[in-house]
């Protein structure tokens, strides 16, 4: 029996897309070769990249004037990337977790950086709010969702300074007003396909305003130029992309994709609430997310910790187990987590209380 699939990342990917990209890697179509030994300038393949771009585009309603890349170096070349292109004077970061600091650490080496607001004093258990936005800033940049933690920004912000988002473990989850951001960022390892891409949405005419000199491979003009094509991208990943996003439209799209998300992050914050072993590591119910739910034991059970992990795996469950600094479990629930798995690990914590 295949396991229910709950890691944060890489994760779960729909069955429509192993299949189809296990396929290809066997026989490419008619190409009558393996697709990893393919040329990624053959007419194929670079029909693999249109479709998988216009898709992309299509799935968020993506305005004209944004392009759509798909590079290497995952959402952590991104941290240094998304400075090197727009940074000149000084920017502002949202510190809501470790990718967050991340982000904020790689923007710092190229100067000033206001850090609005954070949530580090409480284990990043929370979003802040209320902070003030700097009007001088050249961006302003946010994890919509803090994988690690369990919280999520799950409304489009409007503020007067370019927004810049890393929408790694979210993208896909919910229709987005893409109109409100300059730049949109991401690993596709959650949501998309394996790792060894990451996906970019930027907005054409936020480009071209720093002085400093970027090397060719750090700057987006490259990349929307070549329509990221400059040198050889990572074929297999950008052809499970394509599944995962044809998969996503034969689901009825992104906001079919957002019910379900939140039919399955309902049944599961309902049984936690419910049982009487476990409780919410986010207080706050507006910065759940619905697609890393963390929770930990209640306080007169801390000790059932590893007994209940060790029952979650004998019923199947894989990948719950919290992020160490975190501790407790989290089951990652992405897009292509079926109900039916949510429901199995409802029905666990339910069997795990009555023997305990
Ligand atoms: C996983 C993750 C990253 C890191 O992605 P890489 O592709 O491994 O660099 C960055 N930000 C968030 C929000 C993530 O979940």
């Given amino acids: 029996m295949k396991k229910h699939n709950f890691s944060a990342g890489p994760s779960i990917l729909s069955e429509y897309t192993i299949r189809n990209t ?9 190409v009558g070769l393996s697709i990893m030994e393919v040329s990624h300038r053959s007419k194929e393949f670079v029909a693999v990249m249109d479709q998988a771009q216009a898709l992309f585009k299509e799935l968020l309603d993506i305005p004209s004037g944004y392009s759509v890349l798909f590079l290497q170096g995952g959402a952590s070349l991104q941290f240094a990337m998304v400075p090197f292109n727009l940074f000149q ?58 994988t690690i933690y369990g919280t999520e920004i799950k409304e489009d912000f409007d503020v007067n300074i370019p927004l810049v988002a890393d929408m790694s473990s979210d993208i896909f989850s919910r229709p987005i007003d893409v109109s409100k951001y300059a730049l949109i960022y ?3 390892q959650k949501n998309l396909a394996p790792s060894g891409v990451a996906f970019v949405i930027v907005k054409d005419d936020i480009l071209g305003k720093v002085e400093r000199t970027i090397p060719t491979m750090l700057n987006y003009q490259t990349h929307i130029e070549k329509e990221s094509m400059f040198n050889t991208p990572p074929v297999v990943p950008v052809f499970a992309a394509l599944k995962t996003l044809e998969w996503y439209k034969q689901q009825g799209g992104v906001a079919a994709m957002h019910k379900t998300n ?14 009487k072993l476990f409780k919410s590591n986010i207080a706050d119910v507006e910065d759940r997310s619905i697609m890393n739910v963390t929770f930990v034991m209640e306080e007169n059970y801390k000790e059932l910790d590893a007994a209940f992990l060790a029952f979650a795996v004998s019923q199947g469950m894989s990948g719950i187990k919290g992020h160490r600094s975190v501790g407790g479990f989290r089951a990652s629930i992405y897009n292509a987590m079926p109900v039916s798995s949510v429901q199995a690990l409802v029905d666990a914590m339910k069997e795990f209380e009555k023997n305990n």
Avoid: M, Q
């Fill in 186 to 188: 991401g690993g596709a």
């Fill in 89 to 146: 004077n000084k920017a502002a970061y949202l510190d809501t977790g470790v990718w967050a600091a991340k982000a904020i650490k790689e923007c710092k080496i190229f100067g000033d950086v206001d850090v609005v607001a954070s949530s580090k004093d409480k284990t990043y258990s929370y979003i802040p709010k209320g902070y003030k936005i700097p009007e001088d800033a050249d961006y302003f940049h946010i994890t919509t969702n803090n």
């Fill in 22 to 30: 296990s396929d290809a890697i066997l026989n490419f179509g008619d």
């Fill in 262 to 275: 939140i039919e399955k992050a309902n049944l599961l914050y309902d049984e936690i609430n419910r049982n």
